[in-house]
């Protein structure tokens, strides 16, 4: 959840002005996959959650019908195996960065 208190406190503009400032520190590399890596992975991250809302409106509108209650569980399975692959992926590259700093 460090993105999320990244976000809440400086917001991605903030992030590239930092990459931006701290250009020819060593770390300008690192910096800079770590600003687009997050701001994919919060893209990423909103696309699941779209997803997944989507999926249980369907749920609840499926009125029964075996075809509309299959697609919308398989919406929902799939939107959250997304989110899980994004936090993973999420995790994995920022101890990777963390290992240039």
Known sequence: MDIVKMLAAKGISGQTEDAVNNAGTGSTMSSAIGVILNSVYIIIGIVAVIYLIIGAIGYSTSQ??????????????????????????????????????
């Open 64 to 101: 029964g019908d075996s075809e509309k209650v299959k697609k919308a569980k398989n919406t929902i399975i799939y939107s959250l195996i997304g989110l899980v692959v994004s936090v993973l992926a999420f995790a994995i590259t920022t101890f990777i960065l963390n290992q240039f700093k």
